[in-house]
């Protein structure tokens, strides 16, 4: 795991996990400010959110992702 996933800081200094893709209406869109990188994760591993290598989506995403695919699957059937 690299340390070159994306991370908010706010004015304490605090860090925070951005949502990458901020596809879902009710997007969770940034995991809780923890005192570091280290922490944020966790606490996004913690909530579910999904790892794609280069950051992380929250789990409404991941569900919102997983209805479009189906939504393409059916338009194929069709
Ligand atoms: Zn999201």
Redesign the pocket.
Known sequence: MSDELPYIENEEGEFAVP??????ED???LGEFCETKEDARDWVENECWICSGEGY??V??NNQVLRNIGNLQTKKMN
């Open positions: 949502c990458q893709i901020k596809i879902a997007c969770a869109q989506f929250c409404e995403c």
